[in-house]
């Protein structure tokens, strides 16, 4: 929590133009914003390092969700297409002028049943390999569908480029407020699933003699799940890995039980993606990079890693 | 108790095929009944069907009833069933490495509510399981490290931590050897009498069914071969109807029980 207020802090004065921290404190004292640094302070900072802060936070979580929903350390919104998904679901609307939001959730809850379907769900258990095959697939073809509909659209072809990378690029506070209630409610909604989680790690005939309703807890993981990915697509367009990355690690420093694992893997994804948000317009400064290229670059090894290492027990 | 009353099924692929048919049985409180049966008898639907579990595919035949302490069993909450039935089912393992002591704990899940964190009583109770068990020193070990026999004595705990009458065990012992399984057998057989609970367990070691169960069911290609005391099924021709081969029968020498032994094979 410390380090994310820090992270958090070095977020809003890190940037193409400096804004010192003494700045910012003496603004606070005399309760004078006017100044030109302390403008793209709050205008421009603020709300882009909450996006960024809330963005990492619904993919982590989301990740631990559908990680214990699908029983596989491998299971992320990006790889199993739930957010290529939730990022055609947003482009069809922006077209058609209607609720970008919802149809980033509707993308979103479309493609895990997709994949749950297609990876086996009716069946007792899901094959690991077919989960990915199914997710990774589907994602390429959801992408290929949006730069089919991108490129029809070219007048807004740019934007929506870099929107499908991820960027937190020139969001202000409007975003904030579009994506504050879904976040909540998804948050809310994924800690809900925490205990059953822990129940259904066990087995789906196990889960259920320990007195788990396995529909009504498949129903809210996928809900709560999609609706998480989706208001990060919102956010923050299409961002790998967090998701994956997130409760990977803490697993593996504070144990498989998700009432610790759900809300530390949010914290960690919060600072983990503040950071990338940082680099994004540093490295390359004054231009920017889409965030998505560098969680991509920093994620990919590690993922590469837990592939060759596979599923192993890893203590506590 | 248990009563079945035509309890039949079968797999939405092959309506042909029944995987139970007709089984009518009583099982009074307190038994400890071994379910015996050679590979695909149905012992494993069985006891899943009683313990209320939705098996993917699998069709129960409304004519079929489970009665449960006088009470339909589909009548029952998914949570006040698993505080009546425990299953120790098979095959299945944890995706998640997680402590001994965290799964033990998981028994209690039909007994504390969606949100809140586990009570006092919860964690004693599972406390009081590993100890039972002999695995409190395994407390805090992950149970992906465990041997076979250490992983089944936590999985038991985990039954027990439940705190059911109804006790299911599905071949709880097939990978153990053969000091692991006795004495396994020997601990919950003990702990049944005390608690006056109800035990159902499917074995394919025949000869353990004599030593640690009063009765028997006997299932061959999902048909009820026969349901009684074992004492009467290590008589007469039962074992050779269900396994397809001639058994013959000796006195244990040490426990004073019939045992059997193959005398011919197809």
Redesign the interface.
């Given at each position: 929590m410390a380090l994310l207020a820090i992270i958090f802090a070095v977020s809003l004065v890190i940037g193409a133009e400096k804004v010192t921290i003494a700045e910012v404190l003496t603004a606070l004292q005399t309760q004078n914003y006017s100044a030109f640094h302390l403008r793209i302070l709050f205008t421009l900072r603020l709300p882009r390092s909450i996006l960024a802060m809330l963005s990492g936070a619904l993919l982590a979580g989301a990740g631990t969700v559908f990680q214990g929903f699908f029983?596989?350390?491998l299971a992320d919104p990006g790889l199993i297409g739930v957010s290529s998904g939730a990022t055609l679901g947003a482009v069809l609307f922006s077209i058609f002028s209607l609720f970008i939001p919802l149809g980033a959730f509707l993308g979103a809850i479309g493609a895990v049943m997709l994949v749950y379907v297609i990876a086996g769900g009716?069946?007792?258990s899901f094959e690991p390999s077919r989960l990915l095959l199914a997710g990774t697939a589907l994602g390429v073809f959801f992408s290929a569908l949006t730069s089919i509909v991108i490129l029809m659209k070219d007048k807004e072809l740019y934007k929506m480029y870099l929107w499908t990378q991820g960027s937190f690029n020139g969001k202000g506070w409007q975003f904030v407020h579009i994506i504050l209630i879904p976040s909540m409610l998804s948050i809310i909604a994924m800690?809900?699933t925490a205990?059953?989680l822990?129940?259904l790690?066990?087995?789906?005939?196990?889960a259920?003699?320990?007195?788990?309703?396995?529909q009504k807890v498949r129903v809210l993981c996928l809900i709560s799940g999609s609706l998480a990915s989706a208001t990060a697509v919102c956010a923050g367009g299409t961002i790998g890995f967090i998701g994956l990355i997130a409760p990977h690690i803490i697993?593996i420093l504070f144990?498989?039980?998700h009432?610790k694992l759900l809300p530390l893997s949010m914290i960690f994804g919060s600072i983990l993606l503040l950071l990338a948000d940082i680099l994004s317009r540093t490295i390359t400064a004054p231009m920017e990079l889409p965030i998505g290229i560098v969680t991509a670059v920093l994620g990919v090894p590690f993922f590469l890693q837990i592939l060759l290492h596979g599923k192993?027990?890893?203590?506590? | 108790m248990i009563k079945l009353q035509n309890l039949s099924a079968y797999y939405e692929q092959n309506p042909q095929k029944k995987v139970l048919q007709d089984v009518s049985l009583f099982i009074e409180k307190g038994d400890i009944v071994s379910v015996l049966g050679p590979n695909g008898s149905g012992k494993s639907t069985l006891l899943?069907l009683i313990?209320?579990?939705?098996?993917?595919?699998l069709i129960t035949m409304k004519s079929s009833s489970i009665i449960l302490d006088g009470k339909n069993a589909d009548s029952y909450k998914?949570?006040s069933?698993?505080?009546k039935?425990?299953?120790?089912?098979q095959h299945?393992?944890?995706?998640?490495?997680?402590?001994v002591f965290?799964?033990v704990l998981?028994?209690r899940?039909?007994h504390?509510s969606?949100?809140e964190?586990y009570s006092k009583e919860d964690i004693d109770s599972a406390e009081y399981q590993l100890e039972e068990l002999n695995i409190t020193h395994l407390r805090?070990?992950?149970?992906?490290?465990l041997s076979g026999g250490e992983y089944q004595r936590v999985m038991i705990a985990r039954a027990l931590a439940?705190s059911t009458e109804i006790l299911?065990l599905d071949e709880p012992f097939t990978h153990l050897d053969i000091n692991s399984q006795h004495s396994l057998l020997t601990l919950i057989k003990k702990i049944a009498q005390q608690k006056n609970s109800t035990v159902l367990m499917s074995l394919h070691d025949i000869n353990a069914a004599p030593l640690f169960s009063n009765k028997t069911i006997l299932l061959r290609e999902g048909n009820l071969v026969c349901c009684g005391d074992t004492s009467l099924i290590f008589s007469g021709d039962y074992l050779s109807k269900a396994y397809d081969t001639e058994f013959g029968f000796f006195k244990h020498p040490y426990y004073n029980v019939m045992q059997s032994y193959i005398t011919s094979a197809v």
């Open positions: 029983r596989n350390s009716k069946k007792t800690f809900l205990k059953p822990d129940v790690s066990s087995g789906e005939k196990t259920q003699s320990l007195g788990l309703p396995l697993r144990g498989s039980t009432k192993k027990g890893i203590g506590r | 899943s313990a209320g579990i939705t098996v993917p595919g998914r949570k069933l698993s505080q039935v425990s299953l120790l089912a299945e393992q944890y995706s998640w490495p997680f402590s965290d799964a998981m028994g899940y039909a504390s969606w949100i964190p805090n070990r992950s149970i992906f490290e439940q299911l």
